[in-house]
């Protein structure tokens, strides 16, 4: 069975900073590439980062460079986001994907709400 679990969001004030955490199980977690996403509310699920199997490759969203860090413990089958310089406009349900050719696994999402 596979599990992706998240953990870390919450409220935040502008400007702050939020760690969010994706434990893994039931698959061999370095073998997939890690993604964070996430949706606000009325609008599409968008991906905001991406790391390799490795760790080695990253990718960010334009609207979260230099603010957002991606990294991955994969003797922990953990990845992370660090967040940074936190905005209202992060406010979003945050989601963990694991993927792998034509397979795809999903984290139930965690919450991050950016507000004074």
């Known amino acids: 069975q596979v599990y992706l679990v998240e953990s870390g969001g919450g409220l935040v004030q502008p400007g702050g900073s939020l760690r969010l955490s994706c434990a893994a199980s039931g698959f061999t977690f370095s073998y997939y590439v890690m993604n964070w996403y996430r949706q606000a509310p009325g609008k599409e699920r968008e991906l905001v980062a991406a790391?390799?199997?490795?760790?080695?490759?990253?990718s960010y969203a334009d609207s979260v460079k230099g603010r957002f860090t991606i990294s991955r413990d994969n003797a922990k089958n953990t990845v992370y986001l660090q967040m940074n310089t936190l905005k209202p406009e992060d406010t979003a349900v945050y989601y963990c994907?694991?993927?792998?050719?034509?397979?795809?696994?999903w984290g139930q999402g965690t919450q991050v709400t950016v507000s004074s």
């Open positions: 790391i390799a199997g490795t760790g080695r490759d990253t």
């Open positions: 994907q694991a993927l792998r050719e034509l397979y795809a696994y």
